[in-house]
Nanobody
């Protein structure tokens, strides 16, 4: 059973940077496609970035592309989300998630499917960006 623990959230001013970490245990990180999601107050959780398990290809939603960078260190069993040029609208609880298997990237971007949920979610780390 893979387990995920996020860290690195906090309160920052607009324009600042933060790096979130997602520590993976219980399984080998290299087997998993990993993703970051966020849930802003009053809104649904949304997928924002993903990194594939095999070739390291990445994908970002438009709202974070060019400002956020997802990366993985398989040796440290850790996934990162570098967030630059933070804006107040980035305020949210950020979650990492893991998915193994075929079509993992597509399933990850959907947040899982009814008959094919993601393998694990972290507990979340809160990011607050003040104006």
């Amino acid at each position: 059973q893979v387990q995920l623990v996020e860290s690195g959230g906090g309160l920052v001013q607009a324009g600042a940077s933060l790096r979130l970490s997602c520590a993976v245990s219980g399984r080998t990180l290299s087997d998993y496609t990993m993703g970051w999601f966020r849930q802003a107050p009053g809104k649904e959780r949304e997928f924002i970035a993903g990194i594939s398990w095999n070739d390291g290809s990445v994908y970002y939603v438009r709202s974070v592309e060019g400002r956020f960078t997802i990366s993985r260190d398989n040796a440290k069993n850790t996934v990162y989300l570098q967030m630059d040029s933070l804006m107040p609208e980035d305020t949210a609880v950020y979650y990492c998630a893991a998915k193994r298997g075929p079509s993992a990237f597509t399933t990850m971007a959907l947040g899982g499917r009814k008959n094919d949920p993601l393998d694990a979610w972290g507990q979340g780390t809160r990011v607050t960006v003040s104006p």
